[in-house]
Protein backbone atom coordinates (compact mmCIF):
# COMPACT_ATOMS: atom_id res chain seq x y z
CA UNK A 1 0.00 0.00 0.00
CA UNK A 2 1.59 3.46 -0.92
CA UNK A 3 -0.20 7.02 0.27
CA UNK A 4 0.13 10.10 -1.86
CA UNK A 5 -0.57 13.61 -0.31
CA UNK A 6 -2.74 15.22 -2.43
CA UNK A 7 -3.42 18.56 -0.24
CA UNK A 8 -2.56 19.46 3.47
CA UNK A 9 -4.43 22.39 4.92
CA UNK A 10 -3.50 24.01 8.14
CA UNK A 11 -6.86 24.76 10.59
CA UNK A 12 -6.02 27.21 12.68
CA UNK A 13 -9.65 27.67 14.47
CA UNK A 14 -10.17 23.68 15.25
CA UNK A 15 -6.15 23.18 15.81
CA UNK A 16 -5.89 20.63 13.45
CA UNK A 17 -3.87 19.81 9.93
CA UNK A 18 -5.90 18.54 7.10
CA UNK A 19 -4.69 16.56 4.69
CA UNK A 20 -6.57 14.75 1.49
CA UNK A 21 -4.54 11.44 -0.09
CA UNK A 22 -4.88 9.33 -2.34
CA UNK A 23 -4.06 5.27 -1.63
CA UNK A 24 -2.67 3.11 -3.90
CA UNK A 25 -2.88 -0.95 -3.33
CA UNK A 26 -3.55 -3.94 -4.18
CA UNK A 27 -6.04 -6.90 -3.38
CA UNK A 28 -9.16 -5.47 -1.08
CA UNK A 29 -9.57 -1.93 -0.01
CA UNK A 30 -7.43 -1.25 3.58
CA UNK A 31 -9.37 -0.74 6.57
CA UNK A 32 -8.89 2.54 8.13
CA UNK A 33 -6.83 1.47 11.17
CA UNK A 34 -4.51 -0.17 8.14
CA UNK A 35 -4.39 3.32 6.34
CA UNK A 36 -4.04 5.44 10.12
CA UNK A 37 -1.28 3.50 11.05
CA UNK A 38 0.47 4.04 7.10
CA UNK A 39 -0.81 7.28 7.45
CA UNK A 40 1.21 8.20 10.87
CA UNK A 41 4.41 6.92 9.67
CA UNK A 42 4.27 9.23 5.99
CA UNK A 43 3.35 12.13 7.70
CA UNK A 44 5.60 11.44 11.15
CA UNK A 45 2.21 12.58 13.46
CA UNK A 46 1.34 11.04 16.81
CA UNK A 47 -0.89 8.08 17.14
CA UNK A 48 -3.50 9.64 19.55
CA UNK A 49 -4.12 13.34 17.26
CA UNK A 50 -4.49 11.76 13.84
CA UNK A 51 -7.72 10.39 13.18
CA UNK A 52 -9.11 8.95 9.11
CA UNK A 53 -12.22 10.79 8.51
CA UNK A 54 -12.90 8.82 5.34
CA UNK A 55 -11.69 6.97 2.66
CA UNK A 56 -13.75 6.40 -1.05
CA UNK A 57 -12.46 3.70 -3.34
CA UNK A 58 -14.28 3.63 -6.98
CA UNK A 59 -15.59 -0.29 -8.48
CA UNK A 60 -13.05 -1.90 -9.36
CA UNK A 61 -9.94 -0.51 -9.25
CA UNK A 62 -7.26 -0.51 -6.73
CA UNK A 63 -7.30 3.21 -5.93
CA UNK A 64 -8.57 5.23 -3.05
CA UNK A 65 -9.35 8.61 -2.09
CA UNK A 66 -9.02 9.46 1.53
CA UNK A 67 -9.51 12.30 4.15
CA UNK A 68 -7.40 12.24 6.82
CA UNK A 69 -6.94 15.15 10.34
CA UNK A 70 -3.92 15.84 12.59
CA UNK A 71 -4.30 17.67 15.96
CA UNK A 72 -2.19 20.08 17.72
CA UNK A 73 -3.01 18.50 20.76
CA UNK A 74 -5.61 16.42 22.69
CA UNK A 75 -8.07 19.23 23.67
CA UNK A 76 -8.71 19.88 19.92
CA UNK A 77 -10.11 16.71 19.57
CA UNK A 78 -12.93 16.86 21.38
CA UNK A 79 -14.93 18.21 18.48
CA UNK A 80 -14.86 14.92 16.56
CA UNK A 81 -17.79 12.78 16.82
CA UNK A 82 -17.32 9.34 19.04
CA UNK A 83 -18.26 6.92 16.17
CA UNK A 84 -15.48 8.54 14.11
CA UNK A 85 -13.13 8.12 17.85
CA UNK A 86 -14.52 4.29 17.96
CA UNK A 87 -13.39 3.51 14.19
CA UNK A 88 -10.39 5.02 14.62
CA UNK A 89 -8.67 4.08 18.15
CA UNK A 90 -11.24 1.25 19.14
CA UNK A 91 -13.58 0.24 21.72
CA UNK A 92 -15.03 2.58 23.85
CA UNK A 93 -15.88 2.49 27.82
CA UNK A 94 -18.20 5.11 29.60
CA UNK A 95 -16.43 6.74 32.72
CA UNK A 96 -19.11 9.13 34.33
CA UNK A 97 -19.82 11.89 31.92
CA UNK A 98 -16.51 11.39 30.43
CA UNK A 99 -15.60 8.60 27.37
CA UNK A 100 -12.15 6.71 27.68
CA UNK A 101 -10.58 4.88 24.33
CA UNK A 102 -8.96 1.43 24.91
CA UNK A 103 -7.41 0.36 21.87
CA UNK A 104 -7.94 -2.79 20.21
CA UNK A 105 -4.98 -5.79 20.77
CA UNK A 106 -3.82 -6.61 17.57
CA UNK A 107 -2.62 -10.03 16.61
CA UNK A 108 0.90 -8.76 16.32
CA UNK A 109 4.45 -9.26 18.24
Known amino acids: MEIEILNEKEN ?10 R ?10 KEVRK ?9 DK ?3 VDSIRSTFGGRVAGGYAKVYK ?15 NFGVEEKKG ?9 SGEK
Open 12 to 21: PLLNRKEIKF
Open 97 to 105: NEIEVKKEK
Open 23 to 32: ILYEGATPSI
Open 49 to 51: LTI
Open 73 to 87: DEESMKVEPRHRIKK
Open 38 to 46: KLISVLNSK
